[in-house]
């Protein structure tokens, strides 16, 4: 980015869901051309409820808070600059929507547990309310 465009005034945003958790924090210079690339390309952008927005007067105030958020307040959907990318690989989740992983996730993040017991409950769900398949599949 050329220096013209670091001194602009740059945006930090937090994408919450509805139970006010979380999703993603994000720095832009173009806020409204960033909302339009999550809302068409991340698979998440359906759980946003609704976004939070502050005005830094440049790109290094923006990056410096950037920072302190992607550090502190553990974003799910953020992996670069988290706790969770400790090994500063870059990698970013890939999950959608209709993946059971990322219906775990989801679920977990929601309810406060981890993906194991999201997992367990889900699948225990999911048996008890076809338990009539099986049913029909052991009269055959």
């Known amino acids: 980015m050329d220096a013209d465009r670091q001194a602009l005034p740059h945006t930090v945003y937090r994408m919450y869901c509805q139970k006010n958790r979380l999703l993603y924090v994000g720095m832009t210079l173009f806020f409204e051309s960033r909302m339009r690339e999550h809302e068409r390309y991340q698979p998440w952008y359906g759980f946003v409820d609704r976004i939070e927005t502050v005005e830094f007067p440049d790109r290094y105030s923006a990056s410096k808070a950037e920072d302190a958020a992607l550090a ?7 992996v670069l600059g988290t706790a969770r990318n400790k090994r500063g690989t870059g990698l970013r989740t890939t999950a959608v929507p209709n993946d059971p992983w990322y ?5 977990a993040h929601d309810r406060g547990e981890s993906i194991s017991t999201a997992v367990t409950r889900l699948l225990s769900e999911y048996v008890d309310e076809n338990a009539h398949l099986l049913e029909v599949a052991e009269a055959a």
């Not at 502190?72 to 953020?78: D, K, L, T, V």
């Not at 219906?103 to 679920?107: G, W, Y």
């Open 72 to 78: 502190g307040e553990s974003p799910i959907f953020n």
């Open 103 to 107: 219906l775990a996730l989801i679920v």
